[in-house]
């Protein structure tokens, strides 16, 4: 599986000829059938049903082009006006919409966020004080991952913005980094407010149109209004098999993730980032604030960055606003994933090469559109010749087989033999928690369910594990199933339930 492939060769070629000037080595030759091939033999080793990918050197598109199919067991071939979903690449919109506000004198970054949203407040009244626009959008706010709020289905925008005073402080503000989809969410609201129009709107006047962005969309619910057909399907691999999956939709948090588009507006998009934010000449955003969003604003940890670094081995990684940052090659890389179950996107910049690459994927995390972004940079680059998909197949694959050994090692600490203390309908009942809401335990034909939410993969039935003790096997097992323990009272009865971390308390009968 890790071997050479057999384009390698007429890569490396390629890289040969690069190593000296760039500009004049593809003046000798075409590296592109290369890549083409490259990329061809990537999808077959990943197993990704489609992809489509551009990339932008300079103002022009020097690659594009679509491979696969947009569904499995379907024969519709996926090329470069398939519709896929941006998801968190989402976010370098949203900071840029912000940047054009305050070039309009509408708001300015160093505003308090209760300027704009006066019910908002953090779990410190210090940091709802202090807390700025421009915190919003760069995961060092103080607060811990959130997304078990969205996920549930069942609560809106203002619901959830209003929950974030719950949450436990993760580390003071601008002291670490958690990456934090809710505190974009409240950014997306921070720009209705200033602009006086929906996030959505103001993204498809000011940035969609005039970029010439023809089959963008700013939510699912939009792309799909469209009746539009060109459009892949979300797929997983559950127990081994790549499947397709429903769609999941961030619209519930747009301006974390909600954007819809394809390979070939992805490189008009490339085309004006890489061009200081101009459209025929004309810049939509001011020098100064196009330059405040790359500028590294908070450092992140290994653990928080992505698994790549153990073979770009930058010299430091941060993140701008939107955008994740390391060096390469001497180079400043302005990068970002976008994942949502079933679907994968990067994209990755080096603005001083005038170098853009974007990849979508319709497989859940399949990191060949790692390997891709890296083998394009090294292409336009000159670098020596380097099998990225090779190295991140084995590099994944470790990180995998490290979970299976964690997992199993958990495994083996069950107690077998034991049974619940109580009868499993003394089990049944709601829990509540003041930021993650209800969880819904039923009994239900002598068996154990769980369910939050309205989101289908968020309910399954419950396997009894040890003691109290149970396994969830949830939605349709894309999922490793996470533990639940019942804690009972003084008086014998279930008080407490905890899953994924967090404890719940149940109701009162008659609740």
């Known amino acids: 599986m890790h071997s050479r492939p057999r384009p390698f060769r007429a890569l490396l070629a390629a890289g040969l000829l ?37 990339v932008v050197h300079g103002d ?104 974030v005073r719950g ?8 002291g670490g980094f958690v990456y934090q989809n809710v505190m974009y969410g409240a950014a997306g609201a921070v720009i209705e407010k200033a602009a006086g129009m929906p996030w959505g709107d103001f993204l498809q006047q000011r940035l969609f149109r005039p970029i010439g962005l023809a089959r963008t969309w700013p939510s699912y619910a939009a792309m ?40 070939e507006d992805m490189g008009r998009w490339l085309r004006f980032l890489l061009d200081s934010s101009r459209v025929d000449g004309r810049r939509l955003v001011s020098d100064s604030s196009f330059r405040r969003l790359f500028q590294p604003q908070s450092f992140v940890s290994g653990d928080e960055f992505y698994p790549t670094a153990a073979r770009t081995r930058p010299h ?7 955008w994740f940052q390391q060096d390469y090659r001497g180079e400043m890389v302005q990068m970002h994933t976008g994942s949502l179950d079933g679907r994968t996107a990067i994209i990755g910049l080096i603005p001083d090469k005038r170098i853009g690459v974007y990849v979508f994927g319709n497989l859940d995390h399949a990191e060949l559109r790692h390997a891709l972004m890296w083998q394009a940079f090294d292409v336009l680059l000159g670098a020596p010749p380097r099998d990225w998909s090779a190295e991140l197949l084995t590099l994944y694959g470790a990180l995998r087989a490290r979970s299976d050994s964690t997992r ?30 209800d969880i819904d335990v039923a009994f239900e ?36 199933p996470p533990l639940v323990t019942f804690e009972l009272d003084e008086h014998g009865m279930p008080g407490h339930l905890t899953v994924f971390g967090e404890r719940f308390t149940r109701a009162a009968a008659g609740r």
Not at 61 to 76: E, I, P, S
Not at 416 to 433: C, D, I, N
């Open 18 to 54: 690069l190593a000296g000037s760039p500009l004049a080595a593809q003046k000798k030759a075409n590296p592109w059938p290369a890549f083409d091939a490259y990329v061809q033999r990537g999808v077959r080793d990943w197993a990704v049903p489609g992809l489509s990918i551009v």
């Open 60 to 163: 022009s598109v020097v690659f594009l082009k679509g491979y696969g199919v947009r569904r499995l067991g379907a024969a519709d071939a996926v090329d470069p006006q398939t519709l896929f979903g941006m998801m968190s690449t989402t976010k370098a919109m949203t900071a840029m919409a912000l940047a054009m506000l305050v070039d309009e004198g509408k708001l300015r970054w160093d505003d308090p966020v209760t300027r704009w949203l006066p019910d908002f407040a953090m779990p410190d009244p210090y940091v709802t004080r202090e807390l700025r626009v421009v915190d919003l959008l760069t995961h060092s706010a103080g607060l811990p991952n959130a997304d078990l709020m969205w996920l549930r289905g069942d609560l809106d925008l203002p619901e959830i913005l209003h929950r």
């Open 408 to 437: 199993h090692a958990d495994e083996a600490r069950r107690v077998t033999g034991t049974s619940p203390t109580l009868p499993l309908e003394r089990y049944a009942g709601r829990y509540g928690h003041p930021v993650w809401g």
């Open 167 to 174: 949450l436990q402080p993760a580390y003071p503000l601008r």
């Open 316 to 322: 430091w990684t941060t993140y701008g606003l939107g």
């Open 224 to 263: 799909a209004a469209t009746h539009a057909t060109n459009v892949s399907s979300a797929h997983y691999r559950i127990g081994g098999t790549v499947r397709v999956i429903p769609d999941e939709t961030v619209d519930v948090l747009p301006a974390a993730g909600a954007v819809w588009s394809t390979a």
């Open 445 to 480: 034909s002598g068996a154990l369910r769980l369910g939050y939410g309205t989101n289908p993969a968020a309910a399954g039935p419950l396997e009894h594990w040890n003691y109290d003790t149970f396994l969830a096997r949830l939605g349709d097992g894309r999922d490793t």
